[in-house]
């Protein structure tokens, strides 16, 4: 039994190996960023892979129904189906799908309407092709 679980999670540390190559990025923040209201902040965490950086929940300073995911400083291993989810735990329950990701560094992405942020306080980078999660941030 424990041969097997040993292989199990060798298995899913090596189920998301690179092939797909993310961008590294310095991109100037949307005004209304800048001048919004950051609601809370998350510092990154490793999963299976190494993952680290913050990111701020910032509200739009004109529509304080728009939101934002600011990352900044952001860093994680490439992988071949990684998305950004904004989720109820580190599971990925009850999750909203943000964006495929594409890049590392210092950008922003905007929050789905359909995000429900009161339930919604993990931003997590999960590989989707292998349920396996990269790193996350609880936003506090």
Known sequence: MKKILIAYVALLSWSCVKNEELTPV????PPAVVSGTQESLGTFSNG???TSGTVKLVADKTDAKKKYLSFENFKTDSGPDLYVYLAEDKNAKGFTS???LDKTGT???DVPANADLSKQKY???WCQQFTVLFG???LE
């Not at 310095?26 to 923040?29: G, H, I, M, V």
């Open 26 to 29: 310095t991109q100037t923040t």
């Open 136 to 138: 996350s941030a609880k």
């Open 123 to 125: 931003v997590l980078i």
């Open 98 to 100: 943000v964006m495929k």
């Open 107 to 109: 950008f922003v992405l």
């Open 48 to 50: 299976v892979h190494p």
